[in-house]
């Protein structure tokens, strides 16, 4: 078996956690519909999400990403962050790992830091993201 090692990063500059009902982000799902999946996920998460029966559980676990990088970055979403300025992309062993737009890598840079490391768990009821952010 290979070594795995995790390469350092640099500091941890800041973190941030977010807990979501599944429950919730399927009913924002059943009545808002495409409005509201547009409007929060990239392309990339709703094409990932997408592909399971039930995808709530996902678009949850997301939406708790997005909440927590915003709070690692001491910001939340709104005038230095947006909704799509956080996506969540699968990394070479399948981790989740935070994908920034132009907005979102301006504003890594302005506060020092060179990546965003997150966590994410769910069940059928909630979905819980750890994020730090990595100088």
Known sequence: MDAISLPFKGPVLGIGVDIVSVSRIRDL??????????R????????????FKDPSERYAARFAA???????????I??????????VVSGERGQPEVELDALGKALLSQVGGNHVSISLSH???????????IG
């Open 40 to 51: 929060v996920y990239t392309p990339a998460e709703l094409a990932y999400c997408s592909k």
């Open 123 to 133: 069940t059928e009821d909630s979905a819980i993201a750890f994020a730090a952010v």
């Open 29 to 38: 799902i059943e009545r808002q519909g495409d409005r509201f999946l547009e």
């Open 66 to 76: 997005k909440e927590a990088v915003a709070k690692a970055f001491t910001t939340g």
């Open 78 to 87: 709104g005038e230095h962050l947006n909704w799509k300025s956080i996506g």
